[in-house]
């Protein structure tokens, strides 16, 4: 949903307002003078306080949000490195016994999903670790904190923040940036992070904070007062610095799945060429784009049987479970136009009008749920946690996916829920039949 007019920019400047605590002291105070205070809505005066205002600070999300993100890491780093020490110890123990290395049967798909799990899981790790950082201001730049310490942004190189609203009063937004982060070690986790919530499709660099961190209206205030500061602007203007029409549709699927679906039914106003207004035109299409992207969506199912075979099975073959992998991802490749062609049937059957293209960009964003889900199903048991677990994971994201998909068609055609039940049936029965192919294969 877009930020209202009042919302956003007005509460940075609300909270910087002169206190009538301290208008009645400079009245007391200045008794012979004749000082005229300005209005708490002219800009001027907010930009002053707003100055004023600007001291070092550093800001951090809640402290058991922290230890839940870094206990979790910590687990996912010592199950992989756990499952290492099972593969490796034997090896040790017939060098220490004078066993020959070619009497010890190693399988090659196996270590293969050993070294994919252990960097799928360590990347997990740092993702978690990198989702909730600190935030640091002080005059010389931005302070962040990463695993490898901290990092400092120049304030020249912060670019416009991009704001985007969820419900219930909450915020994400990313701190853009360009250049170098002040460390020598690499930070790809600083373009990826913004990339996977949707909020850079350029690979530009940035920081992802929610209006779940401690004192998030003053953090705003605080980089928005030194950014204007290094644009060497004496009244600096809120609006220039932050942008509220971002949308970034994972970030939102993810944290606000019922304002993304919203948005997704959402029709865009244009008009015709007399400049008459036309409701209801639904988006244009660039199907090499969706369906690579699609394709994307359909890829951890294909590993899931792979690495499941890999780890459970050292005499598998592989050579067959590709080929079946191959199938699972052509399937899943075709799942998102049979969806949306269920969609367009539904309106075409109860509105008279099925929207077939809004369809097919929909449904590729609530995918995004089931294939996180899976994704962490693929780490968990290339790491060596039993396959069941990647399986519950598989049901829960089908389970949200149909449900979004009753959600989003009642929202687009604007009908009761009970008209909808045959599309999440639809929907429902294709991903099943899915798992049950992989059910049966592996």
């Excluded at 939102?252 to 948005?263: C, K, T």
């Amino acid at each position: 949903m877009r930020l209202q007019g009042k919302s956003f920019l007005s509460s940075l400047t609300q909270a910087v307002a002169p206190k009538p605590q301290a208008a009645e002291a400079l009245r007391a105070g200045n008794k012979s003078g004749s000082v005229q205070l300005k209005t708490v809505a002219n800009l001027q005066a907010h930009a002053a306080e707003l100055r004023l205002f600007a001291t070092e600070g550093t800001f951090e999300y809640p402290r058991n949000w922290v230890q839940i993100a870094g206990m979790a890491a910590v687990v996912f780093m010592a199950l992989a490195l756990s499952h290492l020490l099972v593969m490796v110890l034997p090896v040790f123990q017939a060098l220490l016994l004078g066993i020959p290395l070619s009497n010890i049967i190693i399988s090659p798909s196996g270590v293969t999903a050993l070294v994919v799990g252990m960097a799928m899981a360590f990347a997990l790790a740092a993702v978690l670790l990198d989702l909730l950082p600190s935030i640091r201001v002080t005059e010389q730049g931005l302070g962040i904190s990463s695993l490898f310490g901290w990092r400092r942004v120049r304030w020249d190189q912060v670019g416009v923040l991009r704001v985007m609203e969820l419900s219930n009063d909450r915020y994400i937004v990313l701190i853009p940036f360009t250049g170098g982060v002040g460390r020598f070690t690499p930070a790809p986790l600083q373009r990826f992070i913004p990339m996977l919530a949707g909020a850079s499709s350029s690979g530009e660099r940035g920081v992802l904070v929610t209006s779940g961190i401690k004192d998030f209206d003053r953090l705003i205030q605080l980089i928005v007062s030194n950014m204007s500061q290094a644009k060497g602007m004496s009244v600096p203007r809120i609006e220039l610095f932050v942008d509220e029409t971002a949308v970034m549709p994972m970030a939102q699927v993810l944290l606000d799945p019922e304002g993304a679906i919203v948005r997704m039914a959402r029709s865009v106003a244009t008009t015709d060429p007399y400049g008459m207004p036309v409701d209801d035109v639904e988006p244009e299409l660039s199907w090499p784009k969706v369906m690579s992207r699609q394709a994307l969506v359909a890829l951890p199912p294909a590993l899931l049987l792979l690495v499941f075979e890999a780890v459970s099975r050292a005499d598998a073959p592989m050579l067959e479970h590709f080929a079946w992998a191959l199938v699972l991802m052509a399937l899943g490749i075709a799942e998102l136009p049979f969806i949306a062609k269920l969609s367009q049937a539904t309106g075409d059957t109860t509105v008279g009008s099925g929207q077939f293209k809004r369809s097919v960009l929909s449904y590729l964003e609530l995918q995004a749920p089931r294939a996180a889900l899976l994704l962490l199903g693929v780490t968990l048991t290339a790491i060596g946690v039993p396959g069941p677990v990647a399986l519950v994971c598989w049901l829960v994201g089908i389970g949200l996916t149909t449900w979004f998909v009753i959600r989003f068609v009642q929202r687009v055609y604007y009908i009761p829920i009970m008209q909808t039940v045959w599309v999440g049936v639809g929907a429902l029965i294709y991903q099943v039949a899915l798992f049950a192919l992989y059910f049966g294969v592996s």
